[in-house]
């Protein structure tokens, strides 16, 4: 049985994944991970067509990863592909948030990656890949996102170096960094009303396209997607200048 594996598939960028893998990616199911079981079952029923397997689990909880591995160990899939989606932001100053919730940013966004990355990767072969969903966060430190852009940053070196461990086994490992989009992520984060003056003047992502585009990168052996100029012009200035320097431009 071949599948395709996708968390925090149940809206925003995660839904437009899962669009982009029914249409792209062919395999005998795919199995779609959040915490909202409605969420996935509604999902599922927009595409009869599909065998889709539905896992309402909560990532930065241990009984998910161990109910993960028992299905893994039963039915002995081969995965095709590993969409790590999952994650989330916090807006604000570390000393005014409150600390489980800075806590859970790093389970979520770090260590479920880095688990579930570690369970499927036994059954993936020559030609599967791991996309991992980073962003523009990830290059330059973000004040008043400080957990948050440093969790893209483990997220962006994490795949880096799997990447170049894999390759020899010919498993691909993108890191999909995106700019803004008009997604759930903004009102959990936050990040509305007038509450970060510099998301109101940085130019958006098509969300829809950036699913699309990088299930394509990913397939091809990329190693990293950033749309937009934009946000390629300012991955280039976080290689070439000091980030001390950038930090006043990138803080949120």
């Known amino acids: 049985m071949t599948v395709t594996v996708l968390t925090g598939a149940s809206s925003g960028l995660g839904k437009e994944f899962f669009e982009a893998l029914c249409a792209s990616l062919q395999a005998d199911e795919i199995w779609v991970i959040a ?13 009869p067509q599909k065998a889709v397997r539905i896992l309402p689990l909560d990532l930065t909880a241990e009984d998910s990863f161990r109910t993960l591995q028992t299905l893994l160990e039963t039915e002995r899939p081969q995965v095709k592909a590993l969409v790590n989606n999952a994650g989330f932001g916090k807006l604000g100053n570390v000393d005014e948030l ?15 990656l880095t688990v579930l990355s570690t ?7 020559k030609g599967s890949f791991i996309l991992n969903v980073c962003s523009i966060a ?29 390759k020899p086994r010919g498993i691909h490992v993108l890191a999909v960094c995106p ?14 009303n007038g509450a970060s003056k510099t998301f109101e003047r940085l130019p ?26 934009f946000y390629k012009f300012y991955r280039v200035l976080a290689k070439l200048l000091p980030h001390n320097w950038l930090m006043p431009l990138s803080g949120a």
Request: glycine share 4%.
């Open 179 to 192: 700019g803004p989009m008009a997604t759930e992520f903004l009102p959990v984060a936050g990040i509305e």
């Open 35 to 47: 915490r909202r079981r409605e969420r996935l079952e509604a999902l599922a029923a927009a595409h």
């Open 204 to 229: 958006y992502c098509d969300p829809t396209r950036v699913a699309k585009t990088a299930l394509k990168k990913a397939q091809k052996g990329r190693a990293v997607y950033t749309p937009r100029g």
């Open 98 to 112: 409150p600390y489980g919730e800075q806590a859970r940013m790093v389970d979520l966004n770090c260590r479920a």
């Open 119 to 125: 369970l499927f990767l036994p059954y993936m072969q």
């Open 138 to 166: 990830a290059f330059v430190p973000n004040t008043r996102l400080t957990v948050y852009s440093s969790t893209k940053a483990y997220v962006f070196s994490f795949s880096t170096a799997l990447r170049r461990e894999l």
